[in-house]
């Protein structure tokens, strides 16, 4: 299937790429453009060629969807087409409108010229994926825009409007009004003028004391990169292109890119960048679901997170009107919300203006009645069934027809809360992650007769909002929590073998946690676990916990807001300081055991608290609770501070290779007397088959 269309316009051949959504360098439309090329240099009526895109695209780039297949490297590959581009005999012209990225930017570079709309996006995003330009990126824009602005573009991979390169010989023209007209005209002018071929391999690099601008790059960029192999390949692709005949660059270029390729760390990127846009898909729910309009939302609750949310949707342009009980408590919530903006001015993230605007979409009540209007409505106040069904039973009587009623609820069961009401098929749960106006994830829980259209709203929504919404079914702790209360279990018992706090604390987070669950523990409140562990001994006997968490809370000890918990904490501060008292507790608390303690590797560390979540992450997928591994790892990229080179637990898995982990939990198991070291199921079962989650 041809993904081009080709038309001859006068003596102008045109070749329109035609691979919805962006016209993704995919192996159709690479055979399409040759063909094109080809056709066009063999007819005697042409005399030039242009190749332009949609509204949309130019071209989003290589196409991520045959990314690791052999599709993506199957000849013609983008190296080829746009060999044949630069070669052809006659004029090749990229009209560019729309996005213009990655591969599709480095094919206009085979052309001869290139005109643009003025607001065209035009972006190396390759580092973002943890790779470099691979199809002459590094070797042809330093030979058109310079060596400064060429590298300063690849390592930040954000976009740029055409406009901005206006000083530079990027573009030959820039069109106003129809872009099609415009390349007809141009190459009118390239064929009446005769003007020359342009091969930009042809031009030179000039770059004086080019070593010391390199040294500076590399040591700049060093301190940046983290574990990130990329950005100092982009260097090095710059520094070939500066010193390198053209086809050897490109060999450089060639060996670095596929050498990223196979980097774990490019792989994580690429499995977060597919895995964001895979969580937005409800394998039920067709994309052209009809939505519904959401012009107003209602907010009860102005504590923290009712608070947070709030900003969500002022900071989107939807109005919001917020309810509390008291007075005071609205107040001080509404007061809230404006200091947090006042501190995005003082630090220049936010115009006096739009901190204006946003308050003025904000309205206070304490009247059920004035949510009549909102189109959706969340509630955020206590986490407890007896309030939420006296909320959502006020929300029966007074919400409109067709209102989505969502909960904000991060644990309890969202089919009982929909119970409530006569209108279970708008309720929905939308768990939001605190701070809510700044983390990004949305878990939205589904219940049972949540309907498909609240889903499809509830997602659109959330990505106006700019949140990562994941689909949860309903159970404890739907995804994250579920999981985090296993690795959080299993570094209790870490503590009773002989392990401390910031041991487990520092073995994690130089693994690449954010945060240890320690260190986690102290911030988020120890009396929360606490309260679940109650809830657990009576429901759920059969799950083992260490019991010495427990006596830290039955000292109070609840983390920052006590001033101590795991680790001592002075007045005003957060640095979390390794207290001798709780060391002294856990070897008092090991002897009263009989435990010998022992000493644990960081090694065993990470294992045992990672693979606690790949477990029950195996579960919860073979469950249904979530779609698919990536949405796991997409909960905890953008939930929990999981590390985004590792690409989420689920990756990390079976980067390590199923098998394997299957293993390490038997010997946990044997060693534990826990039967949650049983290896999952569906874990199992890819392992005997040699497989993967991904
Ligand atoms: N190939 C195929 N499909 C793509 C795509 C691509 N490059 N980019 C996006 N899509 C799909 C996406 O999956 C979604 O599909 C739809 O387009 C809309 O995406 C050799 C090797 C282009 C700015 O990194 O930055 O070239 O879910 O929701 O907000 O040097 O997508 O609708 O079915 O994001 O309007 C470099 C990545 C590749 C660009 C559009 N290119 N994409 O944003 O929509 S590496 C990129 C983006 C490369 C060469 C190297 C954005 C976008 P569906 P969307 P959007």
Known sequence: MSATQYQVHGNVAVITLDNPPVNGLGYDLRCGIVAGVD??????????????GSARAFSGGADIREFGSPRSIQEPNLLTVIRVVEASVKPTI????????????????????????PDASIALPEIKLGLLPGAGGTQRMPRIIGVEASLNMILKGDPIPAAQFKDSPLFDEYVEGDLLSGALAFAAKVVAEKRPLRRIRDMKVDYPNHEAFLQFSRNMVKGVAGPFPAPLKCVDAI???????????????????????????????RHAFQGERAASKIPDVPDDTPT?????????????????????????????????????????????????????????????????TRMGLLTGTMSYDDLKDCDLIIEAVFEDMGVKEQVFKKLDEIAKPGAILASNTSTLDVNKIASFTKRPQDVVGMHFFSPANVMKLLEVVRGAATAKDVMATVMQIAKKIRKTAVVSGVCDGFIGNRMIEHYGRV???????????????????????????????????????????????????????????????EQGRFGQKTGKGWYLYKAGERKAIPD????????????????????????????????????????????????????????????????????????YADQMGLYNVARSMKGFAAASGDDFWAPAPLLAKLAAEGKSFS
């Open 491 to 553: 570094a209790g018992f870490l503590l009773e073998e002989g392990a401390t706090p910031a041991q487990v604390d520092r073995a994690l987070e130089k693994w690449g946690m954010a945060m240890g669950p320690f260190r986690m523990g102290d911030l988020a409140g120890n009396d929360i676990g606490w309260a679940i562990r109650k809830r657990r001994y009576v429901e759920k006997p059969h799950i083992k916990y260490a019991k010495f968490a427990d006596r830290l809370c």
């Open 39 to 52: 056709q066009a240099n063999a007819d005697p009526a042409v005399q030039a060629i242009v190749l332009i």
């Open 94 to 117: 990229a009209a560019i409108g729309g996005v213009c990225m990655g591969g599709g930017l480095e094919l206009t570079l085979g052309c001869h010229f290139r005109i643009a709309l």
């Open 239 to 269: 520094a070939a292109a500066i010193t390198k005949p053209f086809d050897e660059g490109m060999k450089i270029e060639r060996e670095f890119f596929m050498g990223l390729m196979g980097t774990p760390e490019s792989r994580a990127l």
């Open 292 to 356: 519904r309009k959401i012009a107003r939302v209602g907010v009860i609750g102005a504590g923290t997170m009712g608070g947070g949310i709030s900003m969500n949707f002022l900071n989107a342009g939807v109005p919001v009107t917020i309810l509390e009980m008291k007075q005071e408590a609205l107040d001080k919530g509404i007061g809230t919300i404006r200091k947090n903006y006042e501190n995005s001015l003082k630090k220049g993230k936010l115009t006096q203006e739009k901190l204006d």
């Open 580 to 651: 001798p008292e709780v060391e002294q507790m856990l070897v008092d608390y090991r002897k009263e055991l009989g435990i010998t303690p022992r000493k644990i590797s960081d090694a065993e560390i990470v294992e045992r608290c990672i693979y606690a979540l790949v477990n029950e992450g195996a579960r919860i997928l073979e469950e249904g609770i979530a779609a698919r591994a990536s949405d796991i790892d997409m909960v905890y990229l953008t939930g929990y501070g999981f590390p985004l080179f590792r690409g989420g637990p689920m990756l």
